[in-house]
T-cell receptor, first 110, second 113 residues
Framework: QQPVQSPQAVILREGEDAVINCSSS?????VHWYRQKHGEAPVFLMILLKGGEQKGHEKISASFNEKKQQSSLYLTASQLSYSGTYFCGTEKPGYSTLTFGKGTMLLVSP | SQTIHQWPATLVQPVGSPLSLECTVE??????LYWYRQAAGRGLQLLFYSVGIGQISSEVPQNLSASRPQDRQFILSSKKLLLSDSGFYLC????????????FGDGTRLSIL
């Protein structure tokens, strides 16, 4: 079943923070986060494997609450280059396929 | 390092014509391979995935098919295209274990006239 992402869209000014959420109704093995610029392929950001795990990539970090079957992506001090659509992909235990959410469009303006 | 090639980048086809999109991966062995379709402004829909030569799993019933004739080659085909087949087609690969990231090719933008 497709994970639910929220919000659907976010508009920020450069330097502001944002949180993107991803929730699933099924037990998860991992959560993957990708960013897609317009007209381009998705680019891998990070993967979270354990309940409660947090990871970071520059000023982008994420958490994964296994019990709640939820993950959140945190973008701090946003930069213009952060603009794009963010997708979470969820992986069920025993499977090597991902089910992607519908995406969250992020626009960072100067 | 590993690279993934997908071609063509853009394709315009008439309704009812056949289709063949090709994807190859370099620098790795026995990868998992995936075909996704993305409609305009929409999310990623998994069409097919493969864990080995000749092993294809279909996720969505449609008039498309996939084949894996070689370890690092994945082909998406159709005998007769429909208008609804338009979209952005993406090939991806991953190391064949759970919890591994998928890496996408540059995609093929397919328009059906």
């Amino acid at each position: 079943q497709q994970p639910v992402q929220s919000p659907q869209a976010v508009i920020l000014r450069e330097g502001e923070d944002a949180v993107i959420n991803c929730s699933s109704s099924k037990a998860l093995y991992s959560v993957h986060w990708y960013r897609q610029k317009h007209g381009e392929a998705p680019v891998f950001l990070m993967i979270l494997l354990k309940g409660g795990e947090q990871k970071g990539h520059e000023k982008i970090s994420a958490s994964f609450n296994e019990k709640k079957q939820q993950s959140s992506l945190y973008l701090t001090a946003s930069q213009l280059s952060y603009s794009g659509t963010y997708f979470c992909g969820t992986e069920k235990p025993g499977y090597s396929t991902l089910t992607f959410g519908k995406g969250t469009m992020l626009l960072v303006s100067p | 390092s590993q690279t993934i090639h997908q071609w063509p980048a853009t394709l315009v086809q008439p309704v009812g014509s056949p289709l063949s999109l090709e994807c190859t991966v370099e620098g790795t062995s026995n990868p998992n391979l995936y075909w996704y379709r993305q409609a305009a402004g929409r999310g990623l829909q998994l069409l097919f995935y493969s864990v080995g030569i000749g092993q294809i799993s279909s996720e969505v019933p449609q008039n498309l098919s996939a084949s894996r004739p070689q370890d690092r080659q994945f082909i998406l085909s159709s005998k007769k295209l429909l208008l609804s087949d338009s979209g952005f087609y993406l090939c991806a690969w991953s190391v064949p274990y759970s919890g591994q990231p998928q890496h996408f090719g540059d995609g093929t933008r397919l328009s059906i006239l």
